[in-house]
């Protein structure tokens, strides 16, 4: 018999596929929608200290092979969204999606998620175009290991960070995430990107540049882990460019013990998970894998 049940940075999941940080998880409703739709977890949008509008549109595009957005982490701000963890967290995993600027901002908002009842914290090390956070902050590795130590010291959950493909110092970053006890790593976030008008002559986004997501980036993601694979002890959370059981795959032999859809709830439906999960199965089945941690990381053996 074959088991999708798979345990990742202290979390233990029924199903391996969550819910990607900045799709169908701004609300409590859609939240829940995805938990009942097959998703093992849902990432919340990511949550910051106030509320904040994002950048003015266009700030949305959809490109050959996937999307380019620069949303500037619109979201009510971390009071408001009690509202909506109170409405997701009784139906099933929430994992708490977190942005700052400093490890105060980082560690005060862990806190909150906590009480809020989230079962880890996710922290945004990596948005590539929004001023002062995200990848400003997680492509240094003294201040991503400030960060980690402080959430750490903050909450007794789990704590992920989310690391950036658009750095050559991958490797160092999440090294620095290990060190200071982190508990999982989630790779990547989108890749810096930009689209041009030419009959307005003019970058498309409001930004001016964006962060690339979908197909286009899986290969990208998949070398990733791999190469975090093989120099970090911690588990690790695939994502980038999933749209079917194969891309899913593909990331867990490559070293993911779950992994995360975001692009492909848009391209292929809310019943992505319940494919892919079904597709998992006969795979597993055909070859022989029990489980999903007989199939993590096999593609380095
Ligand atoms: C955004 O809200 O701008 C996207 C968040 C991210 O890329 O991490």
Redesign the pocket.
Known sequence: MVSLKTEVGGVILERPGMVA??IMDETGPSMVRMLENGAGAVVT??VGLSPNA??ANP?FMEVTSGYV??????NPGIDLFKEEMDVAVPKGKIVGSI?GATPEDFSTLAGRMEDYGACAVEL?L?????KGY?MEVGTDPTMVKAIVSSVKDAVSIPVWA?LTPNTHILADIGRAVQDAGGDAVVAI??LKAMVISPEFARPVLSNKF??LSGAAVKPVGVRAIYDLRTVLDIPLIGVGGISDWRDAAEYIMAGASAFQVGSAIGTVGIDVFDRINKGLEEFMSDYGYQSISSMVGVAHE
Request: charged share 10%; proline share 8%; hydrophobic share 15%.
């Open positions: 940080s900045g949008k990511s994002g950048h700030c957005n620069a949303m500037g982490l619109p942005y945004n990596s948005c590539p175009h929004a995200g989310k976030n989108t964006g962060g």
